[in-house]
């Protein structure tokens, strides 16, 4: 053997991994699910003025706390540490305080236990986040105020071997809302949604832009299309980039929405659409205490748009789809339910991980799908 030739298979040996390590990168989106519907409680001040609204915050509270937030969250960090994406998009990551109760910070528990699980598989992660409204302000529903407050955001969690542009990031309060909520005495709730973004690069020259987001739903009409326009131009300057991601829960259908179709119209391409083409790819959504015994997603509105002429999605399937909580001693009495669990293949719960599915895509390099026979 050439002394040439046994120089290049030393290099082969010493660095098999590098190019490997350069050629794939894995991204979610994920609508963690407050766990109530805040519209419940602020509604009430069109009742009498007699109602007590610390008793309703409590009920709501009693709600909030039976879809076990906490053990959801766990679930979803635990199997999301074990599929170890590179990026995670997250929509209602909330933090909620509620009276006499202990602050509950759906992202600081998720990030604490995603780290805690990742450990075995050799991952840290880290969180961008912005907020989108209120901001912590206790809430004063007709004069009163009820010591609870809630902040929504979105959140960015990523493989900690990425760094960020720190001149890249965004982070865009869409302009166009729904109507407030009248909650008396001249003040109001105002649901707000935000763009969150950044450019990430990692060591061995890996790059992504990202952007995660929730909009209104496609019935909300003008409102929805005014944040789908906004959210286009604030990505704008982007457009360019190596390789672009957008996610989240956008409210809209393929096929029923014409935002849909603008976003593709800028190149952009549906990574679920592309890797399932027959696949209805159905995200949305489970009953909103998620105690329902049937799958009930019906809708296709979590979604992870690509842009890039290198990165092309070889894998995207549907996640945190079980139910995954356990169930009380009396339901598994019930032979029918213990059957039809065992029909789907669940895994022994009664409630689901959130009222949305998440959705993981895998990206490649061309050389590797092509490697592969993909592409």
Request: hydrophobic residues 35%; negative net charge; charged residues 25%.
């Amino acid at each position: 053997m050439s002394k040439s030739l046994s120089a290049m298979l030393a290099l082969c040996l010493l660095f098999p991994l590098v190019t490997q390590a350069n050629q794939e990168v894995s991204v979610v989106t994920f609508n963690m699910y407050v766990g109530f519907d805040t519209k419940d409680m602020l509604c009430q001040c069109t009742q009498p003025k007699n109602i007590n609204f610390t008793e309703i915050a409590k009920e709501i509270y009693d709600e909030f706390m039976g879809n076990k937030p906490l053990d959801r969250i766990d679930i979803a960090a635990r199997e999301l540490a074990s599929r170890s994406p590179d990026f995670i998009g997250l929509q209602e990551a909330v933090k909620l305080k509620w009276p006499l109760k202990d602050t509950i910070d759906f992202l600081e528990i998720f990030l604490q236990k995603i780290n805690q699980y990742s450990g075995q598989y050799g991952k840290k992660y880290k969180a961008l986040y912005r907020e989108n409204f209120n901001q912590g302000k206790t809430l004063s529903i007709c004069g009163i105020d009820i010591k609870a407050s809630m902040v929504d955001r979105e959140a960015i969690v990523y493989n900690a071997e990425y760094d960020i542009e720190k001149e890249s990031v965004v982070t865009k309060t869409l302009s166009a809302y729904r109507e407030p909520i009248d909650l008396g005495d001249g003040n109001q709730f105002i649901f707000k949604r935000g763009l969150l973004g950044a450019r990430f690069k990692k060591s061995d020259g890996t790059r992504l832009t990202l952007f995660t987001t929730h909009i209104d739903e496609y019935v909300t009409g003008e409102i929805h299309d005014d944040q789908v326009k906004e959210i286009l131009q604030t990505i704008e300057p982007f457009q360019n980039d190596e390789h672009i991601v957008l996610v989240g829960d956008f409210d809209m259908e393929e096929g029923k929405d014409k935002n849909y179709e603008a976003i593709l119209s800028l190149g952009f391409k549906d990574s679920y659409r592309m890797a399932n083409p027959e696949d209805p790819g159905l995200t949305c959504c489970n009953l909103p205490k998620l105690d329902n015994l049937m799958p009930q997603a019906f809708q296709k509105v979590d979604l992870i748009f690509t842009k890039s002429d290198m990165w092309q999605p070889s894998l995207s399937e549907i996640i945190l789809n079980s139910r995954r909580i356990d169930v009380p001693e009396t339901m598994l009495q019930a032979s029918e339910i213990e059957d039809t669990l065992s029909a789907y293949s669940y895994e022994g719960g009664d409630i689901w991980v959130s009222d949305h599915y998440g959705v993981m895509t895998l990206f490649e390099s061309p050389k590797q799908l092509a490697d592969a026979g993909k592409y």
